[in-house]
C-alpha cells in the first residue's frame, strides 16, 4: 500500500482515554503512516502520557498553549497531518481491527467516492461496569450517500447520521470542504453535511469503532437540547443550500423536517420527565416551542414551565445529574 494514512486525534483531559485511543491506531493491521495528536492545553497528565507515546516515530504530539475549548483543536490536530488520507477518532473512541484497512481499500477501488464512514459499537461505562452494544448496522450492503440522497437521510437518522471518529476521507476532501466551523459545537455535524453536498460519501456495512459512552461525553456536556437546536440549524441551512432555485421544494422539505424535529424533541422531553430533571426538560419544551420554526404565545412557554417544574418537584430524580445519563439524545 503506497497510499500515506494519517489519523488525526484532538485530545483534552483525557490521558487514559487517549492513550487507549492512539495504540488501538497504532495496532491497526493498514499501519497509519502517522498518528496526529493535539492537546488542548490539558491541566492533567495528558501531555506527559503523549510524551510516552511520542517514543513510537509514528505518533506525532503538538500542544496548545492555551486551551481553545474544542473545535479549534480539532482544525489544529488536522492540519498537523500530511498523508493522503486523514482518518478522525476522537480520543475516547478507539479502532476496531481492520477499520482502516477496509476504509483505504474502499476507497482505493473506488476513486469516485470522497470519504467513507461505518457502524460503531457502543461501550456503556457505568458504575456497574461495561456493557458492549453493537448499534444495528443501517444498511446490509455499503450505501452511497450524495447531495440527492442527503435530506431523506438526516431526516431518516437524525438522532445521529454519522459517527465522526468512523470517517476516513481524501485529503482533497477537507481542502475543497474546509475546516471545523467554530461557530458550531456540533461542528463535526455541520462539517459532514457539508461534505456531503459537494462529495459522494459511502458508508462501510461494517462497524469501525468502538465509542465509549461515560458521563465526561462531548454529547453530555453539550445537553440534548443544545444538540437538536445545533442539528435543526445545520439543516435548515442545508435545505437553503440545497434548494435555492427550488421554493416548493424547499418548502415542503422545511415543513417534513420541521415535524420531524418536533416529534423527537416530544420523545426527548418524554424522557427528561420520566427522569424527573426540571432543568433538562425546560430546556427541551423551550426549543420545542422557540426553536422549530413555530410561533406561540409567551404565556404558553411559561405555562409549560411551571407544569414541568411541579412535576418533577414530586419525584425523586433518577441521576443525581442529568449528565449522568449517558444516552444520546
Known amino acids: 500500500m503506497s497510499a500515506r494514512v494519517s489519523v488525526a486525534i484532538a485530545t483534552y483531559n483525557r490521558a487514559s482515554m487517549v492513550r487507549e485511543s492512539v495504540q488501538a491506531a497504532l495496532t491497526q493491521e493498514l499501519f497509519a503512516t502517522e498518528i496526529c495528536v493535539a492537546d488542548d492545553a490539558s491541566s492533567d497528565h495528558t ?9 513510537n516515530p509514528r505518533v506525532r504530539i503538538f500542544r496548545q498553549e492555551k486551551n481553545t475549548g474544542g473545535v479549534e483543536n480539532w482544525n489544529f490536530a488536522i492540519r498537523q497531518t500530511t498523508g493522503d488520507y486523514i482518518a478522525w477518532c476522537s480520543d475516547d473512541d478507539r479502532y476496531l ?10 476507497l482505493e477501488a473506488h476513486p469516485q467516492i470522497g470519504m467513507v464512514h461505518s457502524g460503531f459499537i457502543d461501550a456503556v461505562e457505568t458504575p456497574a461496569g461495561v456493557e458492549t452494544i453493537p448499534r444495528p448496522l ?5 450505501a452511497v450517500l450524495d447531495r440527492g440522497s442527503l435530506l ?3 431526516t431518516r437518522y437524525y438522532d445521529w447520521p454519522f459517527h465522526p471518529s468512523t470517517i476516513v476521507m481524501r485529503r482533497s476532501v477537507w481542502n475543497a470542504v474546509g475546516p471545523f466551523d467554530a461557530a458550531y459545537a456540533l461542528a463535526d455535524t455541520d462539517w459532514f453535511v457539508r461534505a456531503v453536498e459537494r462529495f459522494p460519501v459511502a458508508m462501510l456495512a461494517r462497524h469501525g ?20 437546536r445545533e442539528i435543526f440549524e445545520i439543516v435548515e441551512a442545508a435545505i437553503t443550500r440545497l434548494l435555492p432555485r427550488r421554493p416548493v ?23 427528561r420527565l420520566s427522569t424527573f430533571h426540571a432543568e433538562a426538560a425546560c ?11 413555530l410561533r406561540l404565545p409567551g404565556p404558553f412557554l411559561r405555562w409549560g414551565d411551571t407544569l414541568i417544574c411541579r412535576w418533577c418537584a414530586r419525584h425523586v430524580s433518577a441521576f443525581e445529574d442529568a449528565r449522568q445519563s449517558v444516552s444520546p439524545l
Open 47 to 55: 501531555w506527559s502520557a503523549l510524551t510516552a507515546l511520542a517514543q
Open 97 to 106: 481491527p481492520g477499520h482502516l484497512d477496509a476504509s483505504i481499500a474502499f
Open 138 to 142: 443501517r444498511f446490509a450492503a455499503t
Open 152 to 154: 431523506r437521510y438526516l
Open 209 to 228: 469503532v468502538l465509542n465509549r459512552r461515560h458521563p465526561g461525553n462531548w454529547s453530555n456536556r453539550l445537553g440534548s437540547a443544545r444538540m437538536q
Open 249 to 271: 421544494s424547499r418548502v415542503l422539505w422545511r415543513a417534513i423536517w420541521r415535524a420531524n424535529v418536533r416529534s423527537h424533541l416530544l420523545l426527548t422531553l418524554r424522557a
Open 283 to 293: 430546556a427541551v419544551w423551550r426549543q420545542l416551542l422557540e426553536g422549530t420554526g
